[in-house]
């Protein structure tokens, strides 16, 4: 009989042996990607925004914010149940075989529910931790003018209270015959003309 994956635990996965445990693992993970998305559900319609966030491990919790008025916010409103990707890509793996292609990947899903952080000393606190993480070389009150209540008033701060993870890898070793990186092409500007330019270009 074929296995029923919708009754399996929510951090259950097909390829257990790709599976990650070590807490400081995914601990680090969270800490260290700088792009999230955040899976939301209303009325059985699902939803991702993908955006900057936080990891707070003493909190236990991980932070992002949006619009003070917009969907995301509606939808936590109605229903908190969410769910938090974040993945990294390392070296393509080529095969003598199509089918056999594969790539190196590290990953982290985290299950919780979400809620708004009303406070505004708090919710100053976590913009203030996101300012810190993506802008470490800039000091507030120093290079650039801290959050005032005036702006907090146009933002909403979510706390995912995270009550499960999981955590996935595919590593290979440094030898893979024919490994190779993803060309990475610059975003924007505006996606490089419509790619008029490329990491390998000479021009």
């Known amino acids: 009989m074929a296995r029923d994956y919708n009754d399996q635990p929510l951090t259950a996965m097909r390829r257990s042996d790709r599976g990650v445990t070590e807490e400081a693992w995914i601990k680090h993970f969270l800490q260290q990607a700088a792009v999230g998305t955040l899976a939301m559900t209303y009325e059985g319609q699902p939803f991702v925004n993908t955006n900057l966030f936080i990891y707070d491990a003493d909190a236990h919790c991980i932070y992002t914010h949006t619009a003070r008025v917009g969907r995301s916010r509606a939808i936590i409103e109605a229903n908190p149940r969410v769910c938090f990707s974040l993945m990294e890509m390392g070296r393509m793996l080529p095969a003598d075989e199509a089918l056999e292609f594969s790539v190196e990947y590290a990953g982290v899903t985290v ?37 005032v209540p005036e702006e907090l008033k146009r933002t909403s701060v979510f706390c995912i209270r995270i009550e499960e993870w999981s955590g996935k890898k595919k590593e290979v070793a440094d030898d893979f015959p024919g490994a190779f990186w993803y060309p990475s092409i610059p975003a924007l500007a505006s996606l490089q003309a419509l790619v008029g330019t490329t990491p390998n270009s000479t021009d």
């Open 111 to 147: 299950f919780g529910e979400a809620s708004i952080i009303e406070d505004m000393e708090e919710a100053t606190r976590i913009l203030q931790m996101l300012l810190d993480k993506y802008a470490p070389h800039l000091q507030a009150g120093e290079d650039y003018r801290p959050p």
